[in-house]
């Protein structure tokens, strides 16, 4: 069973910055593709970032320039690193995979607020 476990999440100013990480538990972390979601409350589930097995990354066009993913297998681990937050960065953000089934963390809460 793969589990994911997310944390780093915090109250940051605006134009501050935060590392998150997910820590994987299961299977092959380095077969997987990872992602990290957030919703913002009252909104849906929206994706930030991907980071294939072959480590090429996208993200939202929101967050380009702002946002890094980066994973260490070593570690079997993946980052978000946030930089220049906004208040609509504020959501609750969520690490998921999809290796036959969709699994998803527990998530960790951003919240960017002076």
């Known amino acids: 069973q793969v589990q994911l476990v997310e944390s780093g999440g915090g109250l940051v100013q605006p134009g501050g910055s935060l590392r998150l990480s997910c820590s994987v538990s299961?299977?092959?972390?380095?077969?997987?593709?990872m992602e990290w979601y957030r919703e913002a409350p009252g909104k849906q589930r929206d994706l930030v970032a991907h980071v294939s097995n072959r480590n090429m990354t996208t993200y939202a066009d929101s967050v380009k320039g702002r946002f890094t993913i980066s994973r260490d297998n070593a570690k079997n681990t993946v980052y978000l690193q946030l930089h220049s937050l906004k208040p609509e960065d504020t959501a609750v953000y969520y690490c998921?995979?999809?290796?036959?089934?969709?699994?998803w963390g527990k998530g960790t809460l951003v919240t960017v607020s002076s």
């Open positions: 299961g299977g092959m972390f380095s077969f997987y593709n």
């Open positions: 998921h995979t999809f290796y036959g089934l969709h699994y």
